[in-house]
């Protein structure tokens, strides 16, 4: 999941379910992927933005930057 949030930044929920299914043959339903984002959404790497009538994921990655600059050091 992350790796379709950081490979396109903004995404719909329903954008982002069919990636997951069609690139990765995850089955999952949107329901399922809503609770991991919520998930995602309390650790910082995620946030939603209404635009419309659509729900937008925006990734962020900064808080695993952050992560693996210090590791790395």
């Not at 069609?22 to 650790?43: F, G, N």
Request: charged share 35%; aromatic share 6%; hydrophobic share 40%.
């Amino acid at each position: 999941m992350l790796d379709e949030l950081s490979e396109r930044k903004e995404q719909t929920l329903y954008e982002l379910s069919v990636r997951l299914i069609m690139r990765h043959k995850v089955a999952i339903s949107r329901q399922a992927i809503a609770k991991h984002i919520d998930v995602l959404e309390k650790a910082g790497l995620v946030r939603s933005e209404k635009r419309g009538k659509y729900r937008m994921l925006v990734f962020n990655d900064e808080p695993i930057k952050t992560v693996m600059n210090r590791w790395l050091k």
